[in-house]
């Protein structure tokens, strides 16, 4: 059965400080990855995907397949971070995108 | 454009009730998902559908059930109410199974 973890629920990280959130999978083959974050008071929406290898906002995330970890970073916090991340997986594009139980990242200024 | 927009905000239940979600996806999408998001879980795939067709379902039983419409908007119906039911469920659509997901604001669903 395919598994996210994410093992912080909340994070708290100073603004200019490196963030990185972690996540964890378990697959078997190879699997799609994404990134969804929810602001404050907005939806829940995407931040990235790894097939896309793009930076969102800073933001980038790695495959890892030995580690089987995607792991989330940005170099430099900022305060406008602070949100409720989601890591997420599926076999192919949106096709039963299986979800972690989220970190709340909290930038402290 | 106008987003996802899902009825109603709020609807509570007693168990053994059934209850109906509705869904209206954004202009020119045809997929529909359906999520589930119970206190402390992450949010749950539940249903698919994409041109008026169920194309995949999550690990939940046959009472959670669902249709999408030729318009393709979509209601989920969930039968027999049971207390673990108790979530928000969250709607998105996506123009393609390829494309991301856009989500809306989600029903609460509260059983008594």
């Known amino acids: 059965a395919q598994r996210v973890t994410q093992p912080e629920k909340l994070l708290s990280v100073f603004k200019g400080a490196p963030v990185e959130l972690k996540c964890n999978y378990s697959y078997s083959g190879s699997p799609e990855l994404f990134w969804y974050v929810q602001y404050s008071r907005q939806r829940l929406q995407l931040l990235l995907r790894?097939?896309s290898r793009e930076s969102i906002k800073g933001f980038t995330a790695d495959l890892n397949k030995g580690e089987t970890s995607f792991h989330l970073k940005k170099p430099f916090a900022q305060e406008e971070d602070s949100a409720m991340y989601y890591c997420?997986?599926?076999?192919?594009?949106?096709?039963?995108?299986?979800f972690g139980t989220g970190t709340r990242l909290t930038i402290i200024p | 454009e106008a987003g996802v927009t899902q009825s109603p905000t709020h609807l509570i239940k007693t168990r053994g009730q059934q209850a109906t979600l509705r869904c209206s996806p954004i202009s020119g999408h045809t997929s529909v998902y359906w999520y589930q998001q119970a206190l402390g879980l992450g949010l749950q795939f539940l249903l698919w559908y994409d041109e008026g067709e169920e194309r995949n379902r999550g690990n939940f039983p046959p009472r959670f059930s669902g249709r999408q419409f030729p318009n393709y908007s979509s209601e989920l119906n969930v039968n027999a109410l049971e207390l673990e039911d108790s979530a928000l469920y969250l709607c998105a659509s996506s123009p393609d199974r390829y494309q991301p997901q856009h989500f809306g604001d989600g029903t609460r669903l509260s059983i008594l």
């Open positions: 790894h097939i």
């Open positions: 997420a997986l599926s076999n192919f594009g949106n096709e039963k995108l299986t």
